[in-house]
């Protein structure tokens, strides 16, 4: 077995415990040793188990019936409408409570599932702050953005911005920062696949995670080819019950093993973590130097106003038929969302205080696995028929969970190039507008190309942790997409240089600082470990690219030469209030 890495690892600089200047301490719940208890057993172990017998006959059962699932969903979605409006928007037929669920579904990826839990397992305090910052941004979301799109919009960003704007060049860039952040996210969900399923399969060579990518690849293809955004909604919504569900079981079986005491399962999981006291407090991964925490500041940043920018969770507010049911789905999703934080809260600290730090970090140095680790040991153990059947069923969930993201990524990654790129920006002045039928044709050539560039990428992202890969996703969101719909919807004099201007200023940024930063030169997790060409100290760069975005938008607009049209913009503001003339 590979020595296990120092718990104050990250991202290749040490990290200490919680200096004394980040707040007074707590008093302590109690006295906590200064090294966990031995685990139950060893990673080693726990995942050479699952390589034997029936028990790895049922797993593989078990993915191969959510395969199928979600490939009748597709079948049969797919008869039922192949205008641009049912692949785009699925008919525009939903309700509040099914979209709400598919938000949730949408939403609640393998960030939440896997990284998420895997970082409270690993950082205690820290990684709690993850899900805090994820559900804060709904409130965003819910005030600014879902009824004001619904009414303005028709099936992407762009749409809105070009109400009041010359459409070429707006959708040119918006189509650009679609394309590009939802590909961001699809490399997340496809490195949890492939860690999720090597674990599975009991192994942790490359060629497995290889394979499941590729798969999962080629899957998501399938959906959004074959079945649009009617078959993606049902699989969110699908998905979405299966996580709720596995999740309260968890919850509830790590509570019963604590006899209910949130206290003692809080000391348990400070014994387990290797640090002591110092995992209950602030700072084990954020609290090392001023960088680590600007670099918390900033993730804080992106997480709460990524959301709103987000390509495939704007496009869900068009699959409902008014602003109305926008808004009370929005409300739903808040609710079923901040139920499984609460729940992952539990799953995090009841991985470390049942299994141990080390033993999370021996499977995935990332702690992508440590929920599949927990129900495996929550069953019964490595040895036993329950806890190998409860660890199956629960992957089975953390695999219907990506399958349903990466779907609806790809949806909304194939509709910004086809819709806006394709069909409107790059095509010439006085040429003739593309039929329904031959931007759908477009829209499923544009999900193949993407999904295969998808699966290239996330090859090379495979040491990382999911929830971190998310992280960058949404800095490039809140920096292109968010000032720039805030804009288009709250300012009058704003404009089309504006609009450009906004969603390169954010958009270029993040990324060049991104690639300039310890996440792909310069330390042993980076993606290039062997070379050093980083000089942005922080690791997420949305405390400067977020910034930037703003700023440029109203550069662009104080120095454009043409006037905003003050017509259009009312036109615009009585649309999106009052939804009159929508689609």
């Known amino acids: ?226 079945g649009g955004m009617r078959a993606t909604t049902w699989i969110q919504i699908v998905k979405a019950g299966l996580l709720l569900v596995g999740a309260a079981l968890l919850t509830v079986l790590v509570l019963a093993r604590f006899h209910g005491d949130l206290f003692a399962l809080m000391r348990a999981a400070a014994r387990g973590s290797g640090v002591g006291q110092a995992y209950l407090e602030p700072g084990l991964k954020y609290g090392a130097s001023a960088t680590s925490r600007l670099d918390f500041f900033s993730l804080g940043l992106a997480l709460v106003l990524g959301t709103a920018g987000l390509p ?73 028929t329950g806890g190998v059947v409860l660890f199956a069923l629960i992957s089975a969930v953390a695999f219907a969970t990506i399958l349903a993201v990466v779907a609806g990524l790809t949806l909304a990654s194939s509709a910004a190039f086809a819709h806006d790129l394709y069909a409107r920006a790059w095509r010439r002045p006085g040429s003739r507008e593309m039929t329904d039928r031959q931007e759908v044709v477009a829209a499923r050539v544009a999900a193949v190309v993407i999904g295969a560039a998808a699966i290239v990428l996330s090859l090379f992202a495979q040491q990382l942790n999911v929830a971190f890969l998310v992280g960058l996703a949404f800095a490039a969101a809140a920096s292109a997409n968010l000032p720039t719909l805030l804009f288009t919807l709250f300012w009058s004099r704003f404009t089309t240089r504006g609009v450009v201007w906004s969603v390169y200023g954010g958009l270029v940024p993040a990324v060049l600082l991104v690639v300039f930063s310890p996440v792909v030169s310069g330390a042993p997790s980076a993606l290039f470990p062997g070379v050093d060409f980083h000089w942005f100290p922080l690791e997420n760069p949305g405390l400067v690219s977020i910034p930037m975005g703003f700023l440029a938008g109203w550069a662009g607009t104080v120095t454009s030469p043409e006037a905003a049209d003050a017509d259009r913009y009312a036109e615009l503001e009585v649309r999106s209030l009052t939804g009159a003339g929508a689609a």
């Not at 919009?153 to 070429?168: C, E, F």
């Not at 990518?213 to 293809?221: D, N, P, S, Y």
């Open 312 to 384: 495939h969770i704007l496009s869900r507010f068009y699959t409902v038929p008014t602003a109305r049911a926008a808004r009370r789905s929005t409300m739903w999703a808040i609710g079923l969302i901040g139920g499984f934080y609460l729940m992952a809260i539990v799953l995090g600290l009841g991985a470390t205080a049942v299994i141990g730090a080390k033993t999370v970090r021996a499977a995935n140095p990332a702690g992508n696995t440590a929920v599949p680790l927990l129900a495996l040991d929550l069953g019964g153990g490595s040895g036993s």
């Open 1 to 226: 077995m590979t020595p296990t890495p120092d718990p104050h690892a990250v991202h290749g600089t040490t990290a200490q415990p919680a200096a004394p200047y980040l707040a007074p301490h707590p008093a302590p719940l109690t006295t906590v040793p200064p090294h966990p208890a031995p685990a139950p057993a060893s990673a080693h172990s726990v995942v050479g188990t699952l390589t034997t017998g029936a028990h790895h006959e049922l797993a593989i059962v078990l993915f191969a019936v959510i395969v199928l699932i979600t490939l009748g969903i597709t079948l049969w979605a797919g008869r039922r409408g192949q205008a641009a409006e049912d692949f785009y928007t699925g008919g525009r037929g939903f309700t509040s409570l099914q979209n709400g669920f598919a938000l949730s579904g949408d939403y609640l990826s393998a960030a939440s599932f896997l990284g998420v839990t895997g970082l409270i397992a690993l950082y205690g305090y820290d990684g709690v702050l993850y899900s805090i910052g994820f559900l804060v941004a709904w409130l965003v979301v819910l005030m600014l953005v879902a009824e004001l799109v619904r009414n303005a919009g028709r099936y992407t960003l762009a749409d809105v911005l070009a109400l009041r704007m010359r459409q070429r060049p707006v959708r040119a860039a918006a189509g650009t920062a679609g394309v590009v952040v939802t590909l961001l996210y699809l490399i997340a969900q496809m490195v949890g696949a492939g860690s999720l399923v090597a674990l599975l399969l009991g192994t942790n060579s490359g060629l497995a995670k290889t394979l499941t990518i590729v798969a999962v690849g080629a899957l998501m293809i399938i959906y959004v080819t074959v």
